[in-house]
């Protein structure tokens, strides 16, 4: 910090300062202007008459303006601690602090740009150039030890911190100065001191320049607090003393994404700093954010999403290093941020008990049904504040409902926490499926509430176990449904997500797969990334198109599929939530993926006591005679899915009266149309019901 700062904000008794530096820079302009031009224009005395009222001088003359302005000092000048820090970080003389102010003013003072214009003449240019501002400086800082240069002026630190920006570089002299918006507010509500209507509006304008939102609130309290996990709370407490200290000033949180941003406000109230979310995309070439949170006291937040292999490293956070301005960067579980000094996290749910406790607390403070909360607790992994938004959103549909806060409502809650991210790369399966719609054999039933029962105790599995275990210990359960197309599959995986109360989502391949390296294994570390995030069920239909088995192949196309299936492997394994494959055989998933799944199901065709009793259900009250459902379920030996499109087909063509039963001989023709379909042989046995039906009707 440059000796005349330092002894202004070092003296106990000082005079408090009585110039604003709007009205001194208008004086240099003014006074300069009617020095140098033959004929100046009216607005010249109209600057001067401004800053010698300022002055509190009752001689208006060029001559006692000079004499005064060249004997200010930074003691005079009225600056706010903000732009006291900006002039100590950059070591600024007071010559380089009048063309930060000036170039300011250029921005919103119509009368020094209508001042500027005349001093450039015939360039009729409202922005100060290299050229004029040499001059104003020579003519009005003597004394300084260093007459800056041209260069000087272009290539200064201001300049190369993205403070003052450039323009019209062709022509060295006729280089144009202005100032980054971000530093608008920092200098213009300095610029005043008889206005406080006017410095308000600027305050009211503040950081309009920032294309991410802000936080909703940023008042951290105890209530925050108790929605941080208790087994991360004494940690965090470190990490805000060494943010506090500069140990360290980049912090990288990995997982739940709200925890991520509850954890930031927690943060940056105690660092009594207000935050700002930023688009990582907007500082690859721009520090100007960086350093106008530095002296707005903001807390920058920085939202990423990488691929595996990932680095993320800008000049402009290691810039913020410089200055130990504090950074939070929320990740994903791929990538990495390549910056020394760095502080990374990984968010994860809270314990059991803290879970127990906080459904118990939010559903108490809502008109609720009587809930399992130790289902809830166990079913789902979420931080504190995630479950405080889940009850929150449930709550505003079932007042939208005009009902009780229901299971419904909490599911209802977890499909719209997944959010538009996980829309974008999976679809939405609502299937409310229950165990008397879900017709299986028994092997496949008892193996599905086995399953159920793996989900429910994914914390609580490993313990009493072996150390062996413990080390291989994961939450996520991997499983694998194969069998024929039609045979409930799909429907299986409806009935798991209900019986867990959690959201069930199809991965969209076509929105997944890119035909640019990389963008795949992104896509599909997002996704799992979100689903990891609600906890969702994510289901990978046809699951053989990316889980195949690798190949020999040289060409690019196969390095390229191996390598996915490689990616996939490792990606799926480490998942924490549940992912359910679906194929039609199992002998195409590759062999390596199929020693990490948890349990693998098959699904038969069905055998003629699930068939009738498929018949019956799909059918319900428009069912033929029971003598008929039990001849189809004896004689047309399809899945499931072929028996469902013939009723929903028949019942097409017959619409009849709710309740009349569905015509045979329609029955049977939609029917004969699923063999053509599937391209199997229509058994005799039904083509000769069906001409009996024929001939009975004639």
Known sequence: MNKQLKASLSLPNSVAPKLAVAEWVQGIIATFGLSVLTKP?????????????????????????????????????????????????FDLQLWEFFVLVLVAETEHNFLINLALSQLQQPIDNPRVSAHLLQKVLTAFFL??????????????????????????????????????????PLIMRNSYKES???????????????????????LANEYQ????????????????FLLQKGTTNVLVLRGDTNDAHNISLFIAQHLTRKLRYFDHQNLSSNNSPLLACHYFNYLPVIELQLASGEGYSIQQIKLAQRFSIPIIIILG???????????????????????????????????????????LARSAFFSANTIQLIVHE?????????????????????????????????QKVACKIDSSALVVPNKVEQQLQRLISRCLSRESLHQGLGNTAKTTASKGVKVLFYGESGTGKTLAASYLANALAAPLFRLDLASVMNKYIGETEKNLSAALDQAAVGDAILLFDEADSLFGKRTQGESSGDRFANMLTNYLLS????????????????????????????AVIEFPIPEAKQRYQLWLKHLGSRAPADEFCQFLSCHSELAGGYIRNAVLNAAAIDQGVTGDAIDKEVL???????????????????????????????
């Open 571 to 598: 990606r799926i394994e480490n998942h924490p939530g549940i992912v359910i494959l679906t194929s039609n055989a199992r002998a195409r998933i590759d062999s390596a993926f199929t020693r990490r799944l948890d």
């Open 41 to 89: 224009e009216p607005i010249f005395k109209e600057l001067l008459v401004l800053s010698a009222t300022s002055f509190c001088l009752k001689d208006i003359t060029v001559e006692g303006h000079l004499q005064k302005l060249q004997s200010i000092s930074f003691q005079q000048l009225q600056i706010e601690p903000a732009l006291q820090k900006m002039i100590g970080d």
């Open 225 to 240: 607090a108790a929605l941080i996990n208790d087994a991360f709370r004494e940690q965090l407490a470190n990490i805000i």
């Open 143 to 184: 004394d300084q030890l260093i007459q800056p240069t041209i260069i000087d002026l272009v290539q200064h630190r201001l300049v190369t911190a993205k403070i003052l920006k450039i323009s019209n570089e062709e022509i060295l002299a006729a280089t144009n100065f202005s100032l980054a918006a971000e530093f608008w």
């Open 394 to 426: 449930a709550a505003i549909n079932a007042q939208r409902h005009q009902r009780k806060l229901s299971l419904e409502d909490i599911l209802y809650a977890r499909y719209t926490m997944c959010g538009n991210k996980l829309a974008q790369l999976a």
């Open 333 to 375: 579980s791929e990538g990495n941020v390549d910056l020394p000094s760095v502080i990374e996290v990984t968010l994860g749910a809270a314990p059991l008990m803290q879970r127990h406790a906080m459904w118990k607390q939010q559903l108490a403070a809502q008109s609720s049904e009587t809930l399992d909360l130790l289902f």
């Open 668 to 698: 049977l023709s939609c029917l004969i149309d699923e063999y053509f379909k599937a391209g199997k042989a229509i058994p005799a046995q039904l083509q000769q019901y069906m001409q009996r039906v024929k001939r009975t009707k004639s």
């Open 196 to 218: 406080s209507q006017h410095r308000n509006d600027i305050k009211a304008a503040d950081f309009t320049w920032l294309t991410a939102a802000e936080s909703q609130s940023n």
